[in-house]
């Protein structure tokens, strides 16, 4: 079978679970806050929950990547899709707080869908066209979210259970698809002998420790992806808080960043990396982001929200670039331990940022809704985004990078 058509069909997976996990996005939060008190309690167990999911996806992430380099891309997919599912229904019969901890549980612990499809789509790309794979990955995810949060919007508005349902059976679907459909991406004799030493969490963040020839890209990657777990986790919250949003106007925002993201990394990823190389490419990113993380916080009206979203295009290819430099530093045996490390790094901004967030957010819940103090949560994204830049630029100069090469002359 083609290679191009193998990442079509991992392409297809990535969308369906990110359909199904972008449906319970804009209506979770209010879940939560019909098992509490007060908008301080709702931010605290709302960040608990996502601590937790977080944590168990930091425990067994390595775990998986390191199967799937062991057994195969396939089996592990197929892990993921049934537990999700499984996830799904756990939160939407759940008749408390406790309940809706098992679900999470669960997902995380089953939560390997983009670390594995990464590392498939390493195994069916060549070095120089791995950061496109990966931004089309990526434009699946956000094609996702095209259509989840603004269908859990409206879904939410009839029920807050009806998502979860709706979620769980299209996971039980994305399972059909996958068992029948996808093929194995890495042959026999590519797989690596399975290691207890790899499965370690804090072992695979070791080895990325370790690496001091990108010890300071995976200081970038790690600021990066705290700032958008921060971002992610409490963009519902923020919003409900300031603007009084609702599960549809939500729907409607992420809506509008699905489409922003698909643009970017389907449409628009390849001619800017051939314009301004990976590296530069992922230094605009970053400063775009971190502007913008900065006039989320400022926001005093919601369409404000909607300008800064489309004025932060560029923001969207600076992911793909950065996994896209990191992919070429690993053997094609180590990509899924090396996507599995860095999903890691991604599992303990979810564990840290979901905290760190709603407690700021929590402290400014009883202040009017326009105090600046409100949107504390995304000046601390802004400065680690910022703190990112500061750290790629240092890297570059004196690792002899030059900003402006194409990525060709980058490897």
């Known amino acids: 079978m083609a290679k191009s058509a193998n990442l079509n069909f991992v392409l297809i997976c990535v969308f369906v679970d990110m359909l199904g996990i972008g449906l319970i996005v804009p209506v979770l939060p209010s879940l939560v806050g019909e098992f509490v008190d007060n908008r301080a309690q709702q931010a605290l167990w709302y960040g608990v929950l996502g601590a937790t999911f977080g944590l168990m996806q930091f425990l067994f992430m390595p775990m998986v990547g390191a199967l799937s380099d062991r057994i195969g891309r396939r089996p592990v997919l197929l892990y993921s899709m049934g537990g999700m599912c499984i996830n799904f229904l756990a939160t939407a019969w759940a008749p408390n707080l406790a309940c809706l901890f098992i679900g999470r549980v669960i997902g995380g612990a089953s939560s390997a869908s983009m ?3 990464s590392a498939y789509a390493s195994d069916v790309s060549t070095p120089e066209n791995r950061a496109k794979s ?10 996702g979210f095209i259509c989840g949060p603004i269908l859990g919007g409206l879904l939410g508005n009839m029920g807050l259970h009806l998502p979860f349902y709706v979620a769980a059976a299209l996971s039980a679907a994305n399972f059909v698809y996958g068992y029948f459909a996808v093929p194995e991406s890495l042959p026999r004799e590519r797989r690596a002998a399975f290691q207890w030493s790899r499965i370690n969490p804090f072992g695979s963040l070791l080895r990325l420790v370790r690496r001091t020839d990108i010890r300071g890209l995976i200081t970038v990657y790690t600021l990066v992806a705290f700032a958008q777990m921060m971002l992610q986790s409490t963009w519902v919250l923020f919003t409900t808080f300031r603007f009084d949003w609702t599960p549809r106007d939500n729907g409607i925002a992420l809506f509008c960043v699905g489409v922003c993201s698909i643009v970017v990394q389907a449409g628009l990823l390849a001619p800017l990396i051939r314009r301004f190389g990976e590296v530069r490419l992922s230094l605009i990113g970053l400063a775009s982001g971190a502007v913008t993380y900065f006039l989320y916080a400022i926001a005093t009206h919601g369409w404000m929200m909607y300008v800064f979203i489309l004025c932060n295009l560029l923001s969207f290819a600076a992911g793909p670039a950065l996994q896209g430099i990191l992919s070429k530093s690993s053997s ?3 990509q899924g331990e090396l996507m599995g490390s860095l999903q890691s790094i991604s599992s303990v901004g979810l564990v ?7 407690l700021l957010l929590g402290a400014a819940s009883h202040l009017p809704p326009q105090d600046w103090r409100v949107g504390g ?5 802004a400065a680690m985004q910022a703190a990112a830049l500061l750290v790629a630029h240092r890297y570059l100069r004196r690792h002899g990078i030059p900003e402006t090469a194409p990525a060709a002359e980058q490897a």
């Open 332 to 334: 094609n045996r180590e």
């Open 134 to 143: 990966f931004g089309k990955i990526g434009a699946a995810f956000g094609f």
């Open 377 to 381: 949560p995304f000046f601390l994204c």
């Open 352 to 358: 840290v940022s979901p905290l760190v967030g709603t």
């Open 115 to 117: 670390s594995v499809a």
